[in-house]
């Protein structure tokens, strides 16, 4: 056979193939060359390797968003989400060793339908569960934010919740729209002074303590040093606060004091249940208060200056309300209704507390 010569019209090297053959492959570049017939053009057909590593690395980052799709969408089967700015998520941790000493914040992770989901923290001394009492630092239930501080050596357990460091979990500015229940770091998430807390319908109560982890609920709370003071009532109570104490509230929405929505008033004029400030909440005069219906055994009024004390008047209320008890009355001494008057300003604040009865004023 006859051999021709060729030049490579992509790299211009010379070299020779057998007349009769349809295409060549240049010796120098690898360009595959299709021979030409008289008088034709010479077609190049370029000559490509495949990059097999950038398939590797488009099938290894194709598989992991498969699979965090298939997490997430598992989690929010669950009811849980996911958050980039949490720093642990639910499991058990040792302080010192998983995680630094300090101060963290938790929030519940459960989705609207999980009613029969329970978000629960503990700190105890060991790893495992703690089947003895005396292995519990501290133990609680909570479906609202939450500090802890914790101490090295110590055991952190948690479910249905994430874990913040506080700096990457800061609230937005407190508005009219009050917040939701919550615990909350005076100083840090609020500035010291006076809130109140508006529910509708509802009991809604308000707890100061030293610590966060301080119990609330139990009747030793009431004596326990980490108890700075706490209020309750009706559809609204105020409260005060100071720097470095942590606010815990539930039943109701939190404000500044005087951004809440005023009192919701009966057709009849009746101011319903609750604890309101004079001169922003109630107007000073004269009222005729009746107790709710079949609950005259446990209606009360209670009138107090520069105090937001609820004037139960028990030894712990006196020994913590800070303020002066004008007027005490259980309507269960009176045959019917009550008139009362309420003092005009004199200097200082003064708060009205009606528990289980209405006040019309005259």
């Given at each position: 056979m006859k051999l021709i010569k060729m030049q490579c019209p992509n790299c211009g090297a010379t070299f020779t193939v057998t007349e009769g053959s349809e295409t060549a492959v240049?010796?120098?570049?690898g360009t595959t060359v299709a021979i030409p017939r008289k008088d034709a053009e010479i077609t190049v057909v370029e000559h490509r390797k495949i990059n097999y590593k950038a398939f590797a690395i488009f099938g290894v980052v194709a598989a992991i968003i498969i699979i965090a799709a298939i997490a997430i969408v598992l989690t929010v089967g669950k009811g849980e989400k996911t958050d980039s700015r949490a720093?642990?998520?639910a499991g058990v941790y040792l302080v010192g060793v998983d995680i630094p000493a300090g101060e963290y914040v938790l929030y519940p992770n459960i989705g609207k339908n999980d009613g029969d989901v329970t978000p629960v923290l503990e700190v105890r001394k060991t790893r495992e569960s703690a089947t003895n009492i005396s292995d519990f630092l501290y133990r609680k239930?909570?479906?609202?934010?939450?500090?802890?501080?914790?101490n090295d050596g110590e055991y952190i357990a948690f479910e249905h919740a994430l874990m913040y460091l506080p700096e990457n979990i800061k609230l937005k500015p407190l508005d009219e729209n009050g917040y939701s229940a919550a615990q909350l770091k005076v100083g840090t998430d609020i500035p010291a002074g006076e809130y109140v807390v508006v529910g509708q319908n509802k009991q809604v109560q308000y707890?100061?303590?030293s610590k966060p982890e301080a119990e609330l609920y139990s009747t030793s709370a009431l004596n326990?040093?980490?108890m700075i003071s706490f209020g309750y009532c009706e559809n609204r109570v105020y409260l005060h606060v100071n720097d470095g104490e942590y606010l815990t509230f539930a039943g109701g929405k939190l404000y500044k004091s005087g951004d809440a929505m005023g009192?919701?008033?009966?057709?009849?004029g009746a101011m319903p249940a609750g604890q309101y400030k004079v001169g922003d909440d109630i107007k000073s005069g004269k009222y005729t208060v009746h107790p709710a219906e079949n609950n005259r055994s446990q209606a009360w009024v209670c009138i107090n200056k520069n105090s937001v004390s609820t004037g139960s008047l028990s030894d712990w209320d006196k020994e913590h309300s800070g303020g002066e008890t004008l007027l005490f009355l259980?309507?269960?001494?009176?045959?019917?209704?009550?008139?009362?008057?309420i003092p005009e300003l004199d200097g200082g604040d003064i708060y009205v507390m009606f528990w289980y009865c209405v006040a019309i004023e005259k």
């Open positions: 240049c010796e120098y570049c720093y642990k998520t239930e909570f479906y609202m934010r939450q500090y802890v501080n914790l707890f100061r303590t326990s040093p980490d009192p919701s008033v009966a057709e009849n259980r309507l269960s001494d009176f045959d019917g209704p009550v008139d009362i008057d």
